[in-house]
């Protein structure tokens, strides 16, 4: 079959609704910064069913041909992956593939795009592009036999979905901030451990200074006990001086 013929193919079905599991898009993310100054890639593991892609693991392509630019799955890149795949995810399927783009944003380019159309040709496969300098991140699939930039994809975390599209989700930070919004039962947590710690450091304040008065007072005490001895000798040596005599002349 050729590349037009696989591409043709793609036009029978639209492509699924996407779902990441948490865990591999940390695992990507962990992988490209190992690399900041070339490509990695690896595939995407999981389950397709009539109308979702489940992305459930991934495998890293160990021995790829690395460039600062571009990224290829060698053969023994392969074997590693078919070899990892049998030992770690026998039930599962190979649902697409995950590179990174150090400094240069997210796309695909013409190689990308050869290795998409050549390799992963199902309509539910897709792509994943993960810049580690800027943390953006983008999801691309089959679409009316194209590969495109996927306007929504959605995160399992914890058992749940959450929804999100290629903007809103492209830090560290937003994505903390995503999280907190939809699990609005951390405020008012987060709000009563941060009045206990408030708490607890006065209470350890005021320990601390009584403890700090305390040492004051017995160090005081032992002066005054160690200085009470001179005085009293200075005072017997005033009492035994014999007194003055007086001349006339």
């Not at 593939?97 to 998409?116: A, K, N, R, T």
């Not at 017995?218 to 009293?232: M, W």
Request: proline share 4%.
């Amino acid at each position: 079959m050729t590349a037009t013929q696989k591409k043709n193919k793609t036009k029978k079905k639209k492509q699924n609704c996407v779902k990441f599991s948490n865990q591999v898009l940390q695992f990507i993310r962990q992988h490209s910064r190992s690399s900041p100054d070339m490509e990695i890639c690896g595939v995407l593991i999981g389950q397709i069913t009539a109308k979702t892609t489940i992305v459930e693991g991934a495998i890293a392509g160990k021995d790829a041909a690395q460039g600062g630019a571009h990224v290829t799955f060698t053969q023994e890149t392969w074997n590693y992956i078919h070899a990892e795949k049998e030992k770690k995810y026998p039930e599962q399927l190979i649902i697409g593939w995950y590179h990174s783009h150090p400094g240069f944003g997210v796309f695909l380019s013409e190689h990308d795009l050869f290795i998409h159309e050549n390799f992963f040709t199902d309509p539910c496969h897709i792509a994943w592009v993960f810049d580690p300098h800027s943390d953006e991140e983008g999801c691309f699939g089959w679409i009316d036999g194209e590969i495109k930039r996927l306007p929504q994809f959605e995160i399992m975390q914890n058992n749940n979905l959450q929804k999100g599209n290629q903007f809103d989700l492209q830090t560290p930070k937003l994505k903390l901030l995503k999280s907190l919004m939809h699990k609005r039962w951390l405020l008012p947590l987060s709000f009563t451990f941060n009045c206990l710690l408030l708490i607890i450091i006065i209470v350890l304040i005021f320990v601390l200074r009584n403890h700090n008065n305390e040492a004051n007072n017995i160090t005081n005490s032992a002066e005054s006990a160690r200085n009470a001895p001179l005085v009293e000798d200075k005072r017997l040596l005033q009492n035994d001086k014999p007194d003055t005599l007086k001349t006339d002349h």
